[in-house]
């Protein structure tokens, strides 16, 4: 693999919706895990990252029988990579996979739907701790697989109060997403995002630099770089299974509507 390899692009920053596209080939290698991986100029494919599984899908060389099942996707120094098999693998393809190449990138819809919707809804339960007397916990990590997603805080819930604030958390989180709200989703100037956000960015967002929001209807945004829903009512429903308090971290886990 050349070392040299400028960042990908990720077109999916600036359109979350869009789930096909075109790009040009920069490399084609077998990782030293033996996984064939595609290295390409820009890319629609989301990365596993951000509490964020990968999308899946398949990429094809255009004007081509070449086609590449993709079924995990990293980003490592900027640079991503997509993990997978050649379908009817052959050594001929070998040959057609010259940098350069205009390739056609597909990626799975439903996939990406529920990834969307489960982000999203980890942030909108953000919104709804302040709404129910939890906005003194500081929002942390979140895991926003579909195997068990969660939003994690960082201080505590008094045990008395976790079974009432699991049935407020839930009844405030579907009363938005009846409502809806349109969902924003941007790369700003810092001073613009700071405004967006409350008034403030965390510490690990550069003065200077230029981050990429994410804003649920009226409610103050947050920076985040995954995929989400355009409208607010687009996630369904939210149930809240538990919020588990255990030594200063409190979990909320839950779970999207069909």
């Known amino acids: 693999m ?22 040009k080939l920069i490399s084609f290698f077998k990782g030293d895990d033996g996984r064939r ?41 900027g640079i991503v990579f997509h993990y997978g098999v050649i379908e009817n693998s052959g050594g001929e393809f070998e040959m057609e996979l010259e940098k350069g190449k205009e390739v056609r990138l597909w990626v799975d819809e439903s996939r990406r739907k529920l990834n969307s919707r489960l ?16 906005g003194h916990l500081e929002p942390g990590k979140g895991y926003h697989f579909p195997d068990g997603p969660y939003v994690e805080y960082k201080g505590s819930v008094p045990q008395n109060e976790l079974q009432s604030k699991t049935k407020e958390l839930e ?7 009846s409502s809806g709200g349109k969902v924003m989703v941007a790369v700003l100037p810092y001073e613009e995002a700071s405004m967006l956000c409350g008034g403030c960015l965390p510490d690990y967002i ?15 945004g947050c920076p985040c770089g995954g995929t989400h829903v355009s409208d607010i009512s687009e996630i369904i429903s939210v149930k809240v299974s538990q919020i588990r308090t255990k030594k200063g971290t409190t979990k909320v886990f839950y779970s999207v509507g069909s």
Do not use: W
């Open 119 to 134: 982000h999203s809804a980890g942030h909108l339960l953000d919104v709804c701790m302040q709404k129910v007397g939890l």
């Open 37 to 77: 991986a595609l290295i390409l100029e820009s890319t629609i494919f989301h990365p596993q990252g951000g509490g964020q599984p990968s999308d899946t899908g398949f990429i094809i060389v255009a004007d081509s029988d070449f086609k590449f099942i993709v079924q995990d996707v990293r980003s490592r120094d």
């Open 2 to 23: 050349n070392t040299e390899v400028i960042p990908t692009k990720l077109d999916y920053y600036d359109n979350t919706l869009k789930l096909q596209s075109t790009s």
């Open 206 to 220: 550069l003065q200077g630099s230029t981050p990429r929001i994410v804003k649920l209807g009226d409610n103050p």
């Open 171 to 177: 009844l405030e989180a579907n009363a938005l997403i």
